[in-house]
């Protein structure tokens, strides 16, 4: 007798735990085992996009990723941040058992409104959270033009 005979539930949750991004409703991959420690799936650090009176903010969630590894850009309207959070683990002291934090490559895209000034945007990175202000433009007044009754 094999001990997952033995031991039927430890089998049905290494089965289980290859199906869980259907059941979890999460469709992003997940790694139970590295082959050999050279982890490359893709991932999507969450996001949260804030308006306020003058700015929006977009705050994407970066753990472990330096800011050296992450590039933000805008082209056509599209505001791109993208990056690489590494998967770094000394072979020769640590044994890995399981790998459930995503790392890899990473693209995010937002669309920017009309009413920024892409030329006013930074950028800062504090406890694994990245800030990007998107300044809004001041919409002048227009001025009161008057028309003449004939």
């Not at 992450?70 to 599209?78: Q, Y």
């Not at 690489?84 to 920017?112: M, Q």
């Amino acid at each position: 007798m094999l001990a997952r005979d033995l031991f039927p539930v430890k089998a049905f949750e290494g089965y289980l735990d290859r199906f869980e991004p259907f059941f979890s409703g999460d469709f992003m991959p997940r790694i139970a085992w590295p082959r050999k420690l050279d982890i490359t799936a893709e991932w999507r650090p969450n996001a949260d996009i804030i308006e306020r009176k003058d700015e929006y903010l977009v705050k994407a969630e970066l753990p472990e990723v330096k800011k050296e590894d992450v590039k933000i850009d805008v082209v056509e309207g599209l505001l791109k941040i993208r990056g690489e959070r590494k998967f770094t683990v000394d072979e020769k002291k640590d044994t890995v058992h399981r790998v459930e934090t995503f790392y890899g490559k990473f693209v995010r895209s937002f669309a920017l409104p009309e009413n920024v000034d892409v030329t006013k945007i930074r950028a800062e990175c504090a406890d694994g959270v990245l800030t990007v202000h998107i300044p809004k433009v001041v919409a002048a007044m227009p001025k009161p033009i008057e028309i003449a009754v004939q």
